[in-house]
């Protein structure tokens, strides 16, 4: 008798390479559910689409339906997985015209997460949140005269064309709020003033990019202001004021007028379909998994931006949405389903960022409170070193900042910051975490050297040799 299929919630990262590693590994029938018409895309690569950096909006996609379709995948776009009945092992999906049950073998919850919106009113015309490629699309054609717009730039994807249409027929902004200091709001910052509009930066708090650390969040700040962004920190944004169209940021008790907004503060897990299960959930509502994936519901997944994990530093569980996660995580599940346990991975919350010329990275525990919080004994470290050798052209100044505990000299994390290849550093400190090194051992490793790579003491070097004498002192 042939098993029920597996059943994958979600057509992008984590749900794909799920599926795609099964298929794989099986002749298995494998369903992916997708509510929208977009799959497999690239969501790090929108600001850089609205920036035109990036030719076509199409460039983003991964993989085709089409190609889906000749890994042996029977994906269903614009079916919404509405709810899972766990008992029975079915979930309700609603489609075009259509509402029915399914049945599943194995089931995965890849749902990723959405934008949040807080407070704002995106409704207006002019506020928009860069995440899926319809809201790029749209403040793409918002962003160009009506008469200069080329719909070239969509290539031949599924786009709401009624959505661009809307924009593109609008007079483009002159000055835009960006609410909201972390990634989308430093990417975007770029991406806007290289359309040519005078770009105003809201953060609540005192830094941008937090969990880079107080170090890198400096260098940014002053590296966007040097750029002509207007960067506003410690400035809470009480809400966007507007007739139809924004036209004002309101913060401190003033208005500043603009015409065009984009609110970045942050994503949130989409758990809905999962209401009424009793499934257990963890950090920021993230659906609870195992070391496999595995949730609290008999042969019930979770991966990607819906689920969590295992931090590599402090072993306790937390939500890092981040794309390698995603993809790792899915990929582990797959070959789970289909026999071979494979556990997912733990996350150091590794990351990088660009803004403008500067380039960031972060890992692990970046500030000594959130070591102590994690019950470490918490030394730092922040050093500036060249990224070459000094008499080779085109050199940068290197920040880093290293963490480590000083009971165990174990590396706890750190951050990095510069113009010449600063942010691909982190790979070293992101190695040395799931290594377990000590600062010393971090010293000590044989990095490569040639004036136009490296000083002999590469920045990252540097720095754990003032840490690790620090902590012998």
Avoid at 264 to 278: A, H, Q
Avoid at 337 to 346: E, I, N
Wanted: hydrophobic share 40%; charged share 25%; proline share 6%.
């Amino acid at each position: 008798m042939a098993r029920d299929p597996f059943v994958v919630v979600g057509g992008d990262a984590a749900g794909l390479s799920a599926a795609s590693k099964f298929r794989r590994e099986t002749d298995r029938e494998v369903v992916v559910f997708e509510q929208g018409r977009w799959v497999s895309y690239a969501h790090c690569g929108e600001p850089y689409f609205v920036k035109g950096s990036v030719e076509r909006l199409t460039d983003l996609l991964s993989l085709s339906p089409s190609e889906i379709a000749d890994r042996g995948i029977d994906l269903r776009r614009e079916h919404e997985v509405v709810s899972v009945t766990p008992e029975d092992r079915t979930v309700t999906v609603r489609g075009p015209g259509e509402r029915f049950e399914q049945p599943y073998g194995e089931l995965l919850v890849a749902t990723g997460a959405s934008a949040s919106t807080g407070p704002f009113d995106t409704s207006l015309d002019g506020v928009f949140t860069i995440h899926g490629l319809d809201s790029a699309a749209a403040l793409d054609a918002y962003l160009t005269p009506p008469a200069a717009y080329d719909r070239e730039r969509l290539g031949d994807g599924p786009v709401d064309e009624a959505r661009v249409e809307r924009n593109a027929a609008l007079d483009p902004p002159e000055r835009a709020g960006i609410v909201g200091g972390g990634y989308v709001g430093v990417e975007m910052a770029e991406a806007l003033t290289a359309r040519g509009l005078d770009v105003h930066l809201f953060q609540r708090s005192d830094r941008l990019l937090g969990p880079f650390g107080t170090a890198v969040g400096d260098r940014v700040a002053a590296h966007l202001e040097e750029q002509g962004v207007t960067v506003h920190t410690g400035r809470p944004v009480e809400g966007l004021r507007g007739d139809g169209r924004v036209e004002a940021v309101e913060h401190d008790g003033d208005r500043l007028p603009v015409d065009a907004a984009v609110v970045g503060i942050g994503v949130e897990p989409n758990t809905g379909l999962l209401d009424g299960t009793g499934v257990d959930c963890g950090p920021s509502g993230a659906v609870r998994t195992d070391a496999y994936g595995r949730t609290t519901l008999p042969a019930v997944y979770a991966a990607g931006d819906v689920a969590t994990a295992r931090h590599a530093v402090t072993g306790e569980e937390t939500w890092v949405p981040l794309g390698l996660t995603a993809n790792r995580a899915g990929r582990a599940v797959g070959a789970t389903v289909a026999g071979d346990p494979t556990p997912v991975g733990d996350v150091a919350g590794t990351a990088v960022v660009k803004a403008f010329e500067l380039e960031c990275g972060r890992v692990g525990l970046t500030d000594e409170s959130a070591a102590e919080a994690a019950g470490f004994d918490p030394a730092s470290e922040t050093i500036t070193a060249g990224s070459r050798s000094g008499y080779y052209p085109g050199g940068d100044e290197t920040t880093v900042t290293l963490v480590a505990d000083r009971t165990t000299g174990r590396v706890l994390g750190g951050a990095i910051a510069g113009r010449d290849r600063a942010a691909i550093r982190i790979d070293t400190l992101a190695t040395a975490i799931e290594s377990d090194l000590t600062v010393g051992e971090l010293e000590r490793l044989d990095l490569a050297y040639a004036p136009p790579f490296s000083p002999v003491w590469d920045p990252v070097l540097v720095a754990a040799k003032v840490l690790h004498g620090r902590l012998d002192g």
